[in-house]
């Protein structure tokens, strides 16, 4: 099953980083959000990516044209260029393959523009900003043995603030402490879709 990548927004609420780079290329300990994303999908056994790309699409192209040479140490005779000798690979096994899909085109359509790099098989699909600590191993048997099609995951997110109960008039009945209770759920962006 193949991963698709949404990288191709703007990231206009990031934009002191995000001018420079797609939010997907930002880094977090020395890395790209995109390749935590993707570490955390081969963790479990998924190594085929399609990303999404738009805005600012050859810096992701860039990075991935590379990566081998980045992540190996490396000979090089520059007196006849075509001898190069890597000395070890430490890249990890992935199939990448970035598309693309235009700079203000929404999921759907992005979605659209990757379809034949799916193979017509199911699929699963993230956002390229957003890194989580799911088991990506359950999320794909658990859309499997209802046979949806697609499977979206979601959490209840801690409220954010106190609550102040208020009757009609305006007047004050309680204050309560933030609770889940107070918020509905949310799409945290790891989807299976067939």
Known sequence: MKVVILAGGFGTRISEESYLKPKPMIEIGGRPILWHIMKLYSHYGYNEFVICAGYKQEVIKDYFASYFIRNSNVTFDLSNPENMVIHNNVSEPWKVTIVYTGLSTMTGGRIKRVKEYLDNEPFMLTYGDGVANIDIKKLVDFHQKH???????????EGRFGVIDMEANGKIKAFREKSQADTGFVNIGFMVCN
Request: avoid cysteine; charge should be positive; aromatic fraction near 0%.
């Open 147 to 157: 046979g949806k099609t697609m499977t979206i995951s979601a959490t209840q997110p």
